[in-house]
């Protein structure tokens, strides 16, 4: 059974940094691609990043080029998002995702596997 353990997050204020981490357990190939969603109260999940299964390809959204990093450590089966220069417009529940192959990492729907959620809050 494949199980995505999400931590950190938490509150910070406008301007500040955040790193949320998404361990895997259970997945039976050492092959996968990961990424990470988030969506806020009213809004539909949006892909912020994702990571090819080796780690040489990343994808990011438009609303968070230049100030998130993804990054997978496969020895460890974990996934993280490094968040910097955080707004308030970047409240929201984050969550991460696997799949062993991708054609759209934005799209919901290319994941079957999926974290409970984290909560990042940034105060302005």
């Known amino acids: 059974q494949v199980q995505l353990v999400q931590s950190g997050g938490g509150s910070v204020q406008a301007g500040g940094s955040l790193r949320v981490s998404c361990a895997a357990y259970?997945?039976?190939?050492?092959?996968?691609?990961m990424g990470w969603f988030r969506q806020a109260p009213g809004k539909e999940r949006e892909g912020v990043a994702a990571?090819?299964?080796?780690?040489?390809?990343?994808y990011y959204s438009d609303s968070v080029k230049g100030r998130f990093a993804v990054s997978k450590d496969n020895a460890k089966n974990t996934l993280y998002l490094q968040m910097n220069s955080l707004k308030p417009e970047d409240t929201a529940m984050y969550y991460c995702?696997?799949?062993?192959?991708?054609?759209?990492?934005?799209?919901?729907?290319?994941?079957?596997?999926w974290g409970p959620g984290i909560q990042v809050t940034v105060s302005s």
């Open positions: 259970g997945y039976t190939s050492s092959s996968f691609c």
């Open positions: 990571i090819s299964a080796g780690g040489g390809r990343t």
């Open positions: 995702a696997l799949e062993e192959t991708l054609i759209n990492p934005r799209s919901p729907n290319e994941y079957t596997y």
